[in-house]
């Protein structure tokens, strides 16, 4: 049940004009972070305090509207406070349960003149972060919200502020000094104030405008959020969100993201099943071993098929051309080509208990009734659609996104976002919105440099904060690859590797990228995989420096999975087992890289780099592919010790003795 407290100052609603302005502070329920908020000379700010210590100093809030609507001197009218505490479950997700607690101040505003026209800023503060909104109510003057200059700021107060942020959805800048910032900067952007102290600036709820830029200004502290929103009156806009922290992995633990986004609307989430995917996309023209080479065909979906069936994997992915060329408005999504047979497909597949998920560029979803396109997915038993190449993050195309989400959801289909567009925790009200692609994607784009081991660290404060992310990980033919039609660059990472980041990008759906052939020639690999849940009752990160290493552990029921990354250095591991359950003892199976496992590879990393390089771009053989198993029996408080290779990884799969 939700609990409301509502505090007024002196037993009522507060007016005071702004001249003597000194609204109450608001502090989070723990009380380690304290905002307060300012008024003078027609202006509104704010600042925050974080044990103690201020990290963000008097910082603009406001909008100004088109046709000039609070552009001028604004007044403090009056002020509310609540308190708020519910704990709430989720479809699935990094938790079995969230506990969304948080102390509210409202500020009603004025314009001091001309039509007076009034609005309302609502600021939370939370254990792990602030936020604020805009509240436009309808009144005289105001027909429509249309945001000509966001005023929201950020101003920081550190000597040397260091930052890791995207340029763009996939262009990732790690550990950049605040005074190198040149070019606006996409969310969520993540900063180090002080040894213990990081920040990470966001947006939550976007439904109803466009995806936030962040501006530095000229004094290379304060950092001025901008984005479009055009709608009618009585409207709010997204929140704009300041997490805060002692330290990252308390960022990625964090649930304020998914607090700020309206509960579940679906009534019915029966259908809705996290789960892992074999993908086919990255294997065309791959040979399997017994010289089948897989294509855009039947065949192939049901070796896939077969293939999940015997591991008991979730689904299949099928990606794009099985309906004609994607990105033709002419191609109907409810046609099938090549030698693709979609009913014989679907019947084999729900036979053999495994769902399929299809593929749909965004033309097809705008050229074609999506009530027909649906209701025939529901006939072949769809599971989900993977939505392609919407692009951008502007309102006219987020507004078209969440339109499919909530139509998928009147099929009983769940959905998976890829290209550009960022999380903003809408899986909270929208369970069926599986994951988002809004992260450097392992094998995408030929000439998009691959992520190194240094930012396998970084994107779970960046591009994983915001929500689930679909990176499509879990390469296990990493040296011969190459050699297929889809499959453009070298990747640096140890197989290892490439299982741990399986666990550690969290995402409703795991799509694989390699043959089936692949993983059953290192099963005792791939069970790691196989075993995940992809929906968890609790999420730890246990150890974190950003850009350097991450280890996390999350559990399901009584059984713990944990994956370590590390950079191109490598590390040694030296685990403390303190968050087992005392008394019980436990078998746990290792996932590791041996002793002479590493990430590199000779010559280029893609064609391209081969030869300028004048090197051939060609299979190779490694030592990425190196690992080893063991299995081990552990109690709480012990330690596992264990050597990381360069760019490498190693996982547990724990769980109690029967």
């Not at 900067?185 to 439904?207: K, M, N, W, Y």
């Not at 002793?595 to 780099?609: C, I, L």
């Amino acid at each position: 049940m939700k609990e409301f407290q509502f505090i007024t100052l002196l037993g009522l609603t507060t007016l005071l004009p702004s001249s003597v302005f000194a609204a109450p502070a608001i502090g989070s329920p723990d009380k380690r972070i304290q905002l307060q908020t300012h008024a003078a000379d027609g202006k509104v700010t704010y600042s925050v305090e974080f044990n103690g210590k201020p990290v963000i100093a008097e910082s603009r809030l406001g909008v100004e509207l088109a046709g000039g609507a609070f552009s001028g001197p604004l007044e403090v009218t009056g002020t509310e406070t609540a308190s708020h505490d519910e704990t709430w479950k989720p479809v699935w997700g990094q938790f079995s349960e969230y506990r969304d607690h948080y102390n509210e101040l409202t500020l009603d505003l004025a314009e001091t003149a001309g039509s007076k026209r009034t609005m309302k800023v609502v600021l939370r503060a939370y254990d792990d972060g602030i936020a604020f909104r805009y509240v436009f109510p309808k009144q005289e003057g105001l027909p429509k919200v249309n945001f000509a200059k966001e005023l929201s700021q950020v101003s920081v107060v550190s000597k040397k502020p260091v930052a890791w942020y995207a340029a763009s959805s996939t262009t990732l800048f790690n550990d950049v000094p605040f005074a190198k910032i040149a070019r606006p900067c996409r969310t969520p952007f993540t900063a180090q104030l002080g040894d213990d102290c990081f920040i990470s600036l966001h947006e939550a709820a976007v439904v109803n405008s466009s995806d936030a830029m962040l501006q530095l200004g000229s004094d290379k502290r304060t950092l001025t959020y901008s984005s479009s929103c055009n709608q009618e009156a009585g409207s709010v806009s997204a929140w704009r969100t300041i997490l805060i922290s002692s330290t990252p992995g308390a960022m990625v633990e964090s649930s304020m993201i998914l607090n700020l986004n309206e509960p579940n609307k679906l009534t019915d989430t029966s259908w809705i099943k996290p789960g892992v995917s074999l993908w086919d996309w990255r294997n065309h023209g791959g040979k399997a071993d017994d010289g089948f080479v897989y294509g855009i065909n039947t065949e192939s979906y049901i070796r896939y098929i077969d293939f999940a069936h015997e591991n008991g994997l979730a689904y299949v992915l099928i990606d794009a051309e099985w309906y004609g060329p994607e990105k033709s408005p002419k191609s109907d999504p409810v046609t099938y080509e090549h030698e693709v047979d979609m009913p014989k497909i679907t019947a084999y597949a729900k036979e053999k208990g495994v769902g399929i998920w299809l593929y749909i560029n965004d033309k097809a979803l705008k050229s074609f009734d999506m009530d027909r396109t649906f209701a025939q997915y529901q006939k072949w038993g769809i599971k989900g659609i993977k939505h392609g190449f919407l692009g951008g993050g502007n309102q006219v195309k987020n507004a078209f996104s969440v339109k499919v989400i909530e139509k998928c959801a009147e099929y009983g289909i769940m959905y998976n976002l890829h290209e550009p567009n960022k999380p903003t925790g809408l899986t909270r009200t929208y369970p069926n919105y599986m994951s988002n692609e809004y992260v450097n994607s392992m094998l995408d784009a030929a000439n998009r440099v691959p992520a190194t081991p240094s930012e396998l660290s970084v994107f779970p404060v960046v591009h994983n904060l915001g929500g689930p992310v679909d990176r499509s990980c879990g390469l296990f033919d990493m040296d011969q690859s190459i050699g297929r039609e889809k499959v453009h660059k070298q990747i640096p990472s140890t197989v290892v590797s490439q299982v741990g980041q399986c666990l550690v990008f969290y995402s409703g759906i795991l799509t694989l990228p390699d043959m089936p052939d692949a993983y059953r020639r290192k099963m005792d690999l791939f069970e790691f995989i196989k075993q995940l849940p992809m929906t968890w009752d609790d999420t730890r990160v246990l150890e974190m420096e950003i850009g350097n290493h991450i280890t996390m552990a999350r559990r399901s029921g009584d059984e713990w999975f944990v994956a370590a990354l590390a950079d191109e250095s490598g590390r040694k591991l030296d685990l403390e087992l303190d968050f087992l359950k005392p008394g019980v003892s436990y078998d746990v199976t290792l996932y590791e890289d041996t002793a002479e496992s590493h990430y590199e590879f000779p010559g280029g990393w893609n064609k391209r780099d081969a030869a300028k390089k004048k090197v051939p771009f060609k299979p190779v053989e490694t030592k990425r592919e190196l690992y080893q198993v063991r299995k081990i029996t552990v109690k709480q408080g012990d330690k596992v010790e264990a050597r990381i290779a360069p760019g490498g990884g190693h996982c547990m799969w724990i769980r109690p003795q029967a």
